[in-house]
């Protein structure tokens, strides 16, 4: 049975990282709009974010402009790959079900 | 593995373990899905209002100044260019608000190209109108109006077509290309007939690539 990461397996993390993932290669997203896009609070977001980037999934930069900053997130290629190897990882499990119930019949037979 | 009353609920917490793999492929596809319907507009949206402005505004010049100088319905002479113009700035509108809809808090090399292609319709009709300005000037009045109308209109052929260009989209390219043929022919007809070519061929082409993007969308989301 494959190992599922456990970076992503929490819901929030899973849908703020394959939101990121939509977007084109280089292009990042302002953490107000990725708010929109998740319909999630800023603290919940922010804590989300924290725990991606530890793991490298994403990369969030911080620039000023006028007084106010802005923050932007970006999937790094490592996060990229994270998704895709849950993703393969899911449907293998998905695949595995229904051997795993077929496997005790076809020895007792 | 039956999931409970907590994890459906969950969007943040990590007792989200207790899903089923079928449900987490499902979460994925859902937010994949619900993500693209944010950050792409509905291209009937942002073609069709230029499609209805195209059709009524031209359809009213041809009707009131056909071919040959032949008036179809007596409408009052400012009132075709006057449903023109208004439905151009509608149109303008309701792309420049659906476009920032989706498009704002985007960062990076996409934005850049749509800051870039914004641009090349500004400048562009910056650039072509005061020539055509001039030009038109010493012409008739009805050959001056049709200078006018195939200039403005072989500029959105060409704009499309590098719009399909930027994005690789082959619809758009087609629509560019189909809108400038189409106009090619309409301004060797001359004032009138070319009216009734770009009502009919590229108002009603700007309406059906809006309709057909929107379904290749649609069925590209469901697969």
Redesign the interface.
């Known amino acids: 049975m494959p190992e599922l990461d456990p970076v992503i397996h929490a819901q929030g993390r899973l849908r703020a990282l394959v939101t990121l993932a939509t977007l084109l290669p280089g292009d990042r997203l302002t953490f107000p709009r990725m708010q929109e896009l998740l319909d999630m609070t800023a603290g919940n977001l922010l804590t989300h974010l924290r725990k991606l980037e530890e793991a490298d999934y994403v990369d969030v930069r911080k620039r000023s402009r006028g007084r106010s900053s802005v923050t932007s997130i970006a999937i790094t290629p490592h996060g990229r790959s994270a998704l895709e190897g849950y993703r393969i990882g899911l449907r293998q499990l998905l695949d595995d079900v229904p051997q795993a119930d077929e496997a005790p019949s076809s020895t007792a037979s | 593995m039956e999931p409970t009353t907590s994890s459906v609920h969950?969007?943040?917490?990590?007792d989200?373990?207790e899903?089923t793999?079928?449900q987490?492929?499902a979460?994925?596809d859902a937010?994949?899905q619900?993500?693209?319907r944010?950050?792409e507009p509905d291209p009937l949206l942002m073609l069709g209002p230029w499609g209805v402005a195209w059709l009524l505004g031209f359809g009213l010049l041809f009707l009131r100044f056909g071919p040959d100088g032949r008036t179809f319905v007596d409408l009052p002479d400012w009132l075709p260019l006057a449903t023109l113009f208004t439905g151009l700035v509608l149109a303008a509108t309701i792309t420049a608000v659906l476009g920032y809809r989706s498009y704002?808090?985007?960062?990076?090399?996409?934005?850049l190209q749509g800051a870039m292609y914004g641009w090349s319709w500004f400048l562009g009709f910056g650039a072509l109108m005061p020539i055509v300005a001039r030009m038109g000037n010493q012409l008739p009045a009805d050959e001056e109006g049709l200078l006018w109308g195939a200039a403005a209109v072989a500029l959105t052929g060409v704009l499309y077509m590098a719009g399909g260009a930027v994005w690789r989209d082959r619809w758009m390219f087609a629509l560019g290309a189909w809108i400038a043929t189409t106009n090619v022919i309409g301004a060797m007809a001359g004032p009138g007939w070319h009216s009734l070519i770009v009502a009919v061929a590229g108002g009603g082409g700007l309406l059906l690539a809006g309709v057909t993007t929107t379904v290749v969308m649609r069925r590209r989301r469901a697969r």
């Open positions: 969950d969007v943040d917490g990590d989200g373990t899903l793999a079928a987490r492929l979460v994925i937010q994949e619900a993500t693209q944010q950050l704002h808090g985007i960062e990076g090399p996409s934005s």
